[in-house]
């Protein structure tokens, strides 16, 4: 295995910094410092430090939860709430990928792999999410038109890719895509034309559906799915 990605799997830096460590000088395998990112490690057979410090290759682990309501998305609380964490059972220290509010629900991917993390959230990458949002009053077609057309956040240009009205029967529960992935963002952007959000449920992250999970349950990624993310990124 090559070093730079050797490092990446030992989780002790992302891949840029990963790379910063070997032009540095601060990585070295058999006790000689290398600085070539291609440099090929037998990874049964060769010790790599970072400076003083062995490494060893750490499983990576990718969870995809139907986050329910009531639970934070946080690594830790400091008032000792249950977090989302907490619902995934795994000795190995994971995070979630992004946020969702307290009482939205759906969709959360948690991993201990911040390349894999970084790449779903990094703006640059598009990942649609796709909500269902029960808003307090019926939508208007001329105010979906204003959310698709954009509206300005922070100076910003923020738009939804899609906007539909479920059923003529609930006028107040519509679909939302989006590609941003910014904190409360459904929820400032109804805001922002005078709507509340009431409820907010996640039901599709990139190639990422709830398929038959309920609230509070979790399923491992299979191997084709951290597959197809993972090429995404290493072609870069
Ligand atoms: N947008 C919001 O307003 N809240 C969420 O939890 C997710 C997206």
């Given at each position: 295995?090559?070093l730079?990605?050797y490092?990446?799997e030992?989780?002790?830096?992302?891949?840029?910094?990963?790379?910063?460590?070997?032009?540095?000088?601060?990585?070295?395998?058999?006790?000689?410092?290398?600085?070539?990112?291609?440099?090929?490690?037998?990874?049964?057979?060769?010790?790599?430090?970072?400076?003083d410090?062995?490494?060893?290759?750490?499983?990576k682990?990718?969870?995809?939860?139907?986050?329910?309501?009531?639970?934070?998305?946080s690594?830790?609380?400091?008032?000792g709430?249950?977090?989302?964490?907490?619902?995934?059972?795994?000795r190995?220290?994971?995070?979630?990928?992004?946020?969702?509010?307290?009482?939205?629900?759906?969709?959360?991917?948690?991993?201990?792999?911040?390349?894999?993390?970084?790449?779903?959230?990094?703006?640059?990458?598009?990942?649609?999410?796709?909500?269902?949002?029960k808003?307090?009053?019926?939508?208007?077609?001329?105010?979906?038109?204003?959310?698709?057309?954009?509206?300005?956040?922070?100076?910003?240009?923020?738009?939804?890719?899609?906007?539909?009205?479920?059923?003529?029967?609930?006028?107040?529960?519509?679909?939302?895509?989006?590609?941003?992935?910014?904190?409360?963002?459904?929820?400032?952007?109804?805001?922002?034309?005078?709507?509340?959000?009431?409820?907010?449920?996640?039901?599709r992250?990139?190639?990422?559906?709830?398929?038959?999970?309920v609230?509070?349950?979790?399923?491992?990624?299979?191997?084709?799915?951290?597959?197809?993310?993972?090429?995404?990124?290493?072609?870069?």
């Amino acid at each position: 295995m090559r070093l730079n990605k050797y490092l990446a799997e030992c989780d002790v830096a992302s891949r840029r910094k990963a790379e910063e460590f070997i032009y540095e000088g601060r990585i070295s395998v058999n006790g000689k410092v290398i600085r070539e990112f291609a440099f090929i490690v037998d990874e049964f057979k060769n010790t790599v430090k970072l400076d003083d410090k062995k490494l060893r290759i750490k499983n990576k682990e990718y969870y995809l939860l139907y986050k329910p309501k009531g639970i934070i998305t946080s690594t830790n609380d400091e008032r000792g709430r249950a977090t989302v964490v907490d619902l995934v059972k795994t000795r190995s220290v994971i995070f979630p990928v992004g946020r969702l509010d307290y009482n939205t629900t759906g969709i959360l991917l948690l991993t201990n792999d911040g390349d894999f993390a970084n790449y779903l959230l990094h703006p640059k990458n598009k990942f649609q999410r796709e909500y269902i949002a029960k808003l307090d009053k019926p939508l208007k077609l001329n105010d979906a038109n204003k959310l698709l057309q954009g509206v300005y956040l922070d100076k910003k240009k923020s738009k939804f890719i899609d906007l539909k009205i479920k059923s003529n029967e609930y006028p107040r529960r519509v679909n939302v895509l989006t590609e941003e992935g910014r904190n409360h963002f459904v929820k400032i952007m109804f805001s922002k034309i005078g709507y509340r959000v009431n409820e907010l449920k996640r039901i599709r992250f990139g190639i990422f559906s709830l398929g038959r999970l309920v609230p509070g349950q979790y399923r491992k990624l299979t191997e084709d799915e951290v597959q197809y993310i993972k090429k995404q990124y290493e072609k870069n």
